[in-house]
């Protein structure tokens, strides 16, 4: 994935050249992992660039932000402006956006009061975390286990805990598997490297829950919605290994990934890849996403 070094960045309230966009080498947040982000996405429409579920993903950072104990020095609503200003100086018509923020310089150690807080806003031109939207993908479970809810907060969609997921999906890659899935401390399933989990049988959708390690995702809660409107019967539940062995089809999504079929885990091949049901879903949400269904207008915000 090339960056786009011509483009600007929204930080801390200023339009600045992509080169120009720089933080002090002793940023608390580049050294403890205090920060917190989200994977948000512009789709191109009939009417022009729209940012998808913009709201949820904004009020989702605050959330983190408030676990973490970070003061975010903007609100949802200045933030939601900055990202349309920076997604029209940039020219996108569809994009895929990072909503940081993080502990900068101030003093260095594990007390985080006297440093103080940076917010960035970028985009670049990016299709899919695993550039396999259209295709299926192999996992294997890791080594690693997700990291427990009582080590960090898990609902936290927070900088640190990535190095959980960076070694998964690193380990998986060397293996020659396109993704990880990782196991909670009390074996369930959690989610993959970035992604959450869904597995298809007898006609039921199910999903692990967040209590599993698994972050609440925004692209998770969108595919319920579609299901449950599709007439699909729904459970957020506890899954064992094996049962994502015996489904009849098994996908994962993201922001960033979309909508994959899983076809093989720790190489057990699946039923189908995409099963039926995964390829509903994935027409639906490209549906919803593109503004081509209009029960869904609601979760776009239009750029222009």
Not at 196 to 208: D, Q, S
């Amino acid at each position: 994935m090339s960056l786009p070094e011509a483009s600007t960045i929204w930080m801390d309230g200023a339009l600045v050249p992509w080169q120009q966009a720089q933080v002090h080498v002793l940023t608390h947040g580049l050294h403890y992992g205090t920060g917190v982000l989200e994977g948000t996405r512009v789709f191109a429409t009939a009417d022009g660039p729209a940012v998808f579920r913009l709201t949820d993903h904004l009020l989702r950072l605050e959330r983190s932000a408030r676990m973490l104990r970070i003061d975010l020095p903007y609100s949802a609503d200045e933030l939601a402006k900055g990202t349309l200003d920076l997604v029209r100086t940039n020219g996108h018509r569809s994009c895929y956006l990072r909503h940081f923020a993080f502990l900068g310089y101030g003093s260095m150690g594990l007390d985080m009061r006297s440093s103080p807080v940076s917010t960035v806003i970028a985009s670049w031109d990016w299709l899919s975390a695993l550039d396999t939207e259209d295709e299926s993908v192999r996992v294997k479970t890791s080594s690693w286990q997700r990291t427990g809810p009582n080590s960090v907060p898990n609902a936290a969609k927070a900088t640190g805990p990535y190095l959980n997921s960076v070694l998964a999906r690193r380990e998986a890659t060397d293996a020659g598997y396109d993704e990880a899935l990782l196991l909670g401390p009390d074996g369930f399933v959690s989610e993959c490297s970035a992604e959450n989990v869904f597995a298809v049988r007898g006609g039921v959708l199910r999903t692990p829950p967040a209590s599993a390690g698994a972050l609440e995702g925004i692209t998770q809660d969108t595919l319920l919605t579609l299901a449950r409107d599709l007439g699909v019967e729904v459970r957020v539940e506890n899954l064992l290994r094996s049962d994502l062995y015996a489904a009849d089809e098994v996908f994962i999504s993201g922001t960033a990934a979309g909508v994959v079929p899983v076809r093989s885990l720790d190489d057990r091949e699946l039923p189908a890849a995409p099963g039926p049901l995964t390829v509903r879903l994935r027409e639906l949400y490209r549906a919803a996403v593109s503004g081509a269904e209009p029960r869904y207008r609601g979760w776009l915000t239009p750029v222009d």
